[in-house]
């Protein structure tokens, strides 16, 4: 009789060889991933939407210490999962959803879309979940995963540990039952968040593109593509052409671009050059399924910011001058729908403080962008 120990049964469920695992094993794995992850009932992560057949996006729930979204092909024979969240344990429970979900297929692809902790610190729990998975991403990503990722992770452990003592503080101080509760899954989720990543070591991708890398399956064609830096220096989509839909990453998405480490001169054309595929559905790193109209928006928002902070620091501003001047009313590529769009989506998938308004939201990132575009603008 074949026996199982933990590790080699996930292996050969999630591995490589699940066509050959009975019904019956599959419902044990589900349990085992579920009791993975920790001692108590675990909350559900993810909400995993439809956008094509064979095309997933598993939309991120808001909880502390965020996770991104992932997108999900499924491939004939497995699946193609991009990002990997912030946490291993995120990967499992997504991992344990898919299968009840979508497809127990193994898990073939794994893409890490950029470097940044929310999309590829649950590496590992693939490396456990599914060994004989490739992680793909560009070389760049690969690159700053390494010289980046360990630092960030530390500098990170040490901020967690900073404000698990804050939030203490604040539970305890705490007078409505809403805000009890805010801060009681603050202080859950950042002592799980320590305890499971104390130690940390950056997984990295096993194969890399400088610009294109196509995987011709049964089921559909997978397009990976670098077409220039943008949220990073590598940030790669994976676009779908018979489902007319793409993967964006960071690099297009929901929410408002984040540039603390980006280059705004450059995001623009990137987003231009991935207008010659073809889609219909964005599959973004966080926020909902989008339609291609918002390649166009989120370009236009990022040329308009650009202009203004570039005219504004030439007059001699300040960024705090900018930020005051440039509240969002103020900026025409947020009319039309966009940036109440956007702050609705937001206030939905960050876990914020009860009575924090979409509005209040939007405004902060604004001037978040404000203050990475003027460091940023010239980065070479
Ligand atoms: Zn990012």
Redesign the pocket.
Known sequence: MRRFTRRGFLRSTLGGSWTSAALIEQAIFRATAARAQSAGPQPRLFDIHKAAEGVYLAQARPVPLLN?NAAIFENSTGLLVVDTHSKPSAVAALVAQIRKEISPKPVRYVVNS?F?W??AQGNGGYRKLAPDADVIASEATRRLLQQEAGVRMRQSLESTATSLEENKRKLAAAKTPEDKQYYQQWVAGQQSFLSEMKDYRPDLPDITLTRDLVIHDKAHTLHLAFRGRG??AGDVVVWCPEKRAIAG??LLHGWTP?LG?GYPREWPSTLIALSEFEFDHILG?HGAIEKRERLYRMRDYIEELNWEVENGKRAGKSVSDLQRQLTPDKLKSLRDGYGASLGASQRQGFFVAPGTTPESMLADSVRTNIADIFTNLDRT
């Open positions: 991104c950029h940044h929310d999309h949220h990073t990453g960071d984040y480490d790193g």
